[in-house]
């Protein structure tokens, strides 16, 4: 029986430093997002938020608000691996699909930041760098058009990443170890 630990959060709470944390403790990543990108890609579109946001809604319009589920799991059910973390399901209608393919495997950690700290933290990421408009534009998108909120409140355990790295690394090891 697989062990899928799905990662959620607004962005820059921490969810990529918690997934590579678990990567390094042998977990395999599948990372959602990686459908959007590929999308972009494939359609000769520069990855911008504003166009990763486009595609992200657009898919969700056109194919439910489920379909990165349903896109990834093949995937996770060909992985070798026992552990699985998932980074970047955002919708309801995500988490839904898979727990009712995946049932007990899944266990959900919302990873949680203050708001200050996570605007300050992703005008300085290396990647993808926002501004703090950009940010909030993204905040209130994710909320409304995609449903990020009910993962976030439905998960099973809280991961408080105000702190240091450690600190977040601490309460991951907890929680795997319950």
Same mark, same amino acid.
């Given at each position: 029986?697989?062990?899928?630990?799905?990662?959620?959060?607004?962005?820059?709470?921490?969810?990529?430093?918690?997934?590579?944390?678990?990567?390094?403790?042998?977990?395999?990543?599948?990372?959602?997002?990686? #459908?959007?990108?590929?999308? &972009?890609? !494939? %359609?000769?579109?520069?990855?911008?938020?504003?166009? /990763?946001?486009?595609? *992200?809604?657009?898919?969700?319009?056109?194919?439910?608000?489920?379909?990165?589920?349903?896109?990834?799991?093949?995937?996770?059910?060909?992985?070798?691996?026992?552990?699985?973390?998932?980074?970047?399901?955002?919708?309801?209608?995500?988490?839904?699909?898979?727990?009712?393919?995946?049932?007990?495997?899944?266990?959900?950690?919302?990873?949680?930041?203050?708001?200050? #700290?996570?605007?300050?933290? &992703?005008? !300085? %990421?290396?990647?993808?760098?926002?501004?703090?408009? /950009?940010?909030?534009? *993204?905040?209130?998108?994710?909320?409304?058009n995609i449903a990020k909120a009910g993962p976030i409140a439905y998960a099973d355990y809280f991961v408080d990443?105000?702190?240091?790295?450690?600190?977040?690394?601490?309460?991951?090891?907890?929680?795997?170890?319950?």
């Open positions: 029986m697989k062990n899928i630990v799905v990662v959620v959060g607004m962005c820059g709470v921490g969810k990529s430093v918690t997934c590579d944390y678990l990567e390094s403790l042998g977990y395999e990543r599948i990372y959602f997002g990686a #459908i959007t990108f590929d999308e &972009l890609e !494939k %359609r000769g579109i520069p990855a911008t938020p504003e166009s /990763e946001r486009q595609m *992200r809604e657009s898919l969700r319009k056109e194919h439910g608000m489920g379909v990165f589920a349903q896109l990834n799991i093949p995937k996770i059910k060909s992985v070798k691996s026992q552990n699985i973390v998932v980074e970047s399901l955002y919708s309801w209608d995500e988490l839904k699909i898979l727990q009712n393919e995946f049932g007990k495997q899944v266990t959900v950690i919302a990873i949680v930041a203050d708001k200050d #700290i996570r605007y300050e933290r &992703l005008s !300085k %990421r290396k990647l993808r760098p926002f501004t703090k408009e /950009e940010a909030k534009a *993204r905040d209130i998108s994710e909320i409304e990443n105000n702190g240091t790295i450690l600190d977040l690394h601490q309460r991951i090891d907890t929680i795997l170890g319950e």
